[in-house]
């Protein structure tokens, strides 16, 4: 008789999957319950559409991990208060442990006044949109012809990216609160809009805040001399988009015109400050305006409080106590600072534990170290038999069900995979997706009734 463990995963991205298969390389049982129809989270729905052979390469990794035997996947399902299932239902249902790979789902506002007003908009739920997740997919996301975007770090660089090559829009101001020596995008990844930067006001913009820059050690003339080594292989432009920085800014207001439309931002100049190795950004009072009709906040994310773990200042709380283990234990343990304790057999690994940190191989990397700290969290506790743990999963899946009849499974999603490269080919398109639930649960019925007629024939 088999003995194994029964491990929750909860979000399909690629800290996630990464958990389903160590832990399904185990031996153990795994559920992935996810939000979205599709797998993938960020590696689906945030890297962007373009890069054809790295989504492909990540997805055919993760299509291997989700048909393994004891792999069970269910899409459309999410866990949260007001979700389909709850925290506590979920650990009711009596698993070995839950891994909340969940992401970081929550919107991060840094207290800009007027930051609710028509025309702005947060980085992630754009990216969302032109990749297709529904719910944002349909959504209009006007910007108008100049738009302000708020950070300077990956992120700023796909939203100028879809900004100037697909939306075409006549301007793109980059507002930077620190300084050009505090750049944080990829130098690579500026390749794809390098060829919008207007270099002259560039050049201005780095003799304006010269004396800034030196009052901390820094060349103006060398930080510029290194980003214009970066503007190499600069991808041609489609567009005559013109992108323009303004460093040494922090966003102070958002202006409105009557109807509470976007016609400006407020910046605060600032000068840096040297705290430890990594300078600081202090206002100097003096303001100017940059005229734009939107905005985009591209300056990160936080966790979406309503998953129902405990949650404090955007993150959810971790066991503050050390452990003497590597990885730390503590740093993946959910923790109730209410109790004092630990909530047992409860984790979180990538961005819903570290919000908006690094890469893929990051997440992944992390959701390896989940599963490190869950195994030996496992290791003195009895397996499960296999009845045990098959009767476990019939009533999971039958509570899931009767909170989500269009849970979706992974013959689902070939068929869906299916119908989406079938109207791809049909329109001649490298990528073609659906961009509703709607749309996607069509496509399987009438999928999978295909395949019936012709398998009864
Ligand atoms: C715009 C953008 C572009 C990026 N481009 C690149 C790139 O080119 N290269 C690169 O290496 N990295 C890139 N990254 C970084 C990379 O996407 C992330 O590091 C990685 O996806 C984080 O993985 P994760 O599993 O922690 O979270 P996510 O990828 O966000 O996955 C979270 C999953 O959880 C699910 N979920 C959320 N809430 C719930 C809930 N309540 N119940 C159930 N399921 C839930 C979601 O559906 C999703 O599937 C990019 C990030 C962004 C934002
Ligand atoms: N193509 C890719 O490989 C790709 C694409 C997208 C994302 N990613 C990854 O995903 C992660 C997240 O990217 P990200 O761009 O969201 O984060 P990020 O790299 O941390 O950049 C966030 C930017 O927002 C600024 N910011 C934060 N708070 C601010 C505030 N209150 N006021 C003004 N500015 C503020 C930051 O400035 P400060 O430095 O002053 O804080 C920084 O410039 C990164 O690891 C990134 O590499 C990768």
Not at 371 to 389: C, G, I, M, W
């Amino acid at each position: 008789m088999g003995m194994n463990h029964l491990i929750v995963v909860v979000g399909a991205g690629p800290a996630g999957l990464a958990v389903a298969n160590v832990m399904s390389k185990q031996g153990h049982e795994v559920v992935v319950l996810n939000r979205d129809i599709k797998f993938g989270g960020l590696a689906e729905y945030g890297i962007f559409p373009n890069k054809h052979k790295l989504r492909g390469g990540l997805r055919k990794g993760y299509w291997e991990i989700l048909t393994r035997p004891n792999v069970h996947y269910f899409g459309n399902v999410m866990v949260g208060n007001g979700y389909h299932l709850t925290v506590s239902e979920l650990r009711a249902l009596g698993p070995s442990a839950v891994v909340f790979s969940t992401g970081a789902q929550g919107t991060k506002t840094i207290g800009v006044e007027g930051d609710t007003a028509r025309g702005v908009y947060h980085a992630k739920d754009c990216v969302y949109h032109y990749n297709l997740l529904p719910e944002f997919s349909t959504r209009p996301f006007e910007m108008g012809q100049r738009v302000a975007v708020i950070g300077i770090g990956d992120v700023m660089v796909d939203i100028a990216h879809w900004l100037s090559r697909r939306r075409r829009v006549a301007e793109v101001h980059v507002i930077v609160r620190r300084g050009p020596a505090e750049r944080k995008y990829n130098p690579k990844e500026i390749r794809a809009v390098c060829a919008f930067i207007d270099q002259d006001s560039l050049q201005k913009e780095m003799v304006r805040i010269a004396p800034r820059l030196e009052a901390v050690g820094q060349s103006s003339e060398k930080i510029l001399a290194e980003m214009r080594a970066e503007f190499t292989k600069c991808e041609p432009p489609e567009s005559h988009t013109r992108m323009y920085f303004h460093f040494l800014s922090s966003p102070k207001r958002v202006l409105t015109n009557d109807q509470n439309q976007v016609i400006g931002l407020e910046a605060e100049d600032t000068k840096l400050e040297l705290r430890g190795a990594d300078p600081a950004a202090v206002g100097l009072k003096t303001c100017y305006t940059i005229p734009c009709d939107s905005v985009v906040f591209a300056v990160g994310d936080r966790v979406d409080e309503a998953v129902g773990l405990p949650y404090k200042n955007g993150i959810f709380v971790t066991n503050p106590h050390r452990t003497q283990n590597d990885p730390d234990d503590s740093l993946f343990q959910a923790y109730d600072e209410a109790t004092g304790e630990v909530i047992p057999g409860v984790f979180l690994c990538g961005w819903a534990r570290k919000a908006s940190e690094g890469l893929v191989g990051v997440a992944k990397r992390d959701g390896e170290w989940c599963s490190e700290v869950v195994l030996r969290y496992l290791a003195d506790k009895s397996p499960l038999a296999t009845e045990e743990v098959s009767c476990k999963l019939t009533r999971l899946e039958a509570l899931v069900k009767s909170r989500q009849p269009d849970v979706v499974r992974v013959d689902d999603l070939l068929a869906l995979s299916e119908m989406e490269q079938e109207e791809g080919q049909r329109r001649d398109i490298e990528e073609f997706k659906f961009p509703t639930n709607d749309e996607m649960l069509t496509a399987i019925r009438r999928k999978k009734s295909m395949a019936k007629v012709s398998a009864s024939r």
